[in-house]
């Protein structure tokens, strides 16, 4: 099942601070964000998977929450270069996989746009 | 260092048209692989994934079909293109340990006419 995001559009000046959330209805393994510029392919920011993991990447960070299936991306001070639509990717796990295959399958929340004006 | 390539970056075919796109990773073996579909929008639906060669699961009923006839190589296939086949097309590649970031190709964008 999807994961939920919100808000579904964030538009903030240079220098503001925003909050992206993802909520899965299912227990999570790990929990994935990307980014994705308009025409381009989505680029790997990180990878929360333990639940409280914390994790930072430059001004951008997020958090998981294991019990409340949640995780929140934070993006402090942003700038011009952040604006894109940022997706979550979440992974069931690995007991739940039938198959019991190796790979780690993701499915994506619809999206949250971040546009950040100057 | 890996890289993926995937291509035609563009592509406009007529509805009932065959389609083949393609996608290859170097410097890295048995990788898995996907296929996602991203309509006008924003959602990335998944298609299709591969954990070898020649296996291949299928994620959403459709006009398309996968194959993986090399480690590296994944193709997607349909032999009658709808309308509701136009979108942007990406391949990507993880490792196959858990957990493993998705590293994407460039896209096609696909306009079925």
């Known amino acids: 099942q999807q994961p939920v995001q919100s808000p579904q559009a964030v538009i903030l000046r240079e220098g503001e601070d925003a909050v992206i959330n993802c909520s899965s209805s299912?227990?999570?393994?790990?929990v994935h964000w990307y980014r994705q510029k308009h025409g381009e392919a989505p680029v790997f920011l990180m990878i929360?998977?333990?639940?409280?993991e914390q994790k930072g990447h430059e001004k951008i960070s997020a958090s998981f929450n294991e019990k409340k299936q949640q995780s929140s991306l934070y993006l402090t001070a942003s700038q011009l270069s952040y604006s894109g639509t940022y997706f979550c990717?979440?992974?069931?796990?690995?007991?739940?996989?039938?198959?019991?295959?190796?790979?780690?399958?993701?499915?994506f929340g619809q999206g949250t746009i971040l546009t950040v004006h100057p | 260092s890996q890289t993926i390539h995937q291509w035609p970056a563009t592509l406009v075919q007529p509805v009932g048209s065959p389609l083949s796109l393609e996608c290859t990773v170097e410097?890295?073996?048995?990788?898995?692989l996907y296929w996602y579909r991203q309509a006008a929008g924003r959602g990335l639906q998944l298609l299709f994934y591969s954990v070898g060669i020649g296996q291949i699961s299928s994620e959403v009923p459709q006009n398309l079909s996968a194959s993986r006839p090399q480690d590296r190589q994944f193709i997607l296939s349909s032999k009658k293109l709808l309308l509701s086949d136009s979108g942007f097309y990406l391949c990507a590649w993880s490792s196959s340990r858990w957990s493993s970031p998705l590293h994407f190709g460039n896209g096609t964008r696909l306009t079925v006419t």
């Open positions: 929360l998977l333990k639940g409280g």
């Open positions: 299912k227990a999570l393994y790990s």
């Open positions: 410097g890295t073996s048995n990788p898995n």
């Open positions: 990717g979440t992974e069931i796990p690995p007991y739940d996989n039938a198959g019991g295959t190796s790979y780690g399958k993701l499915t």
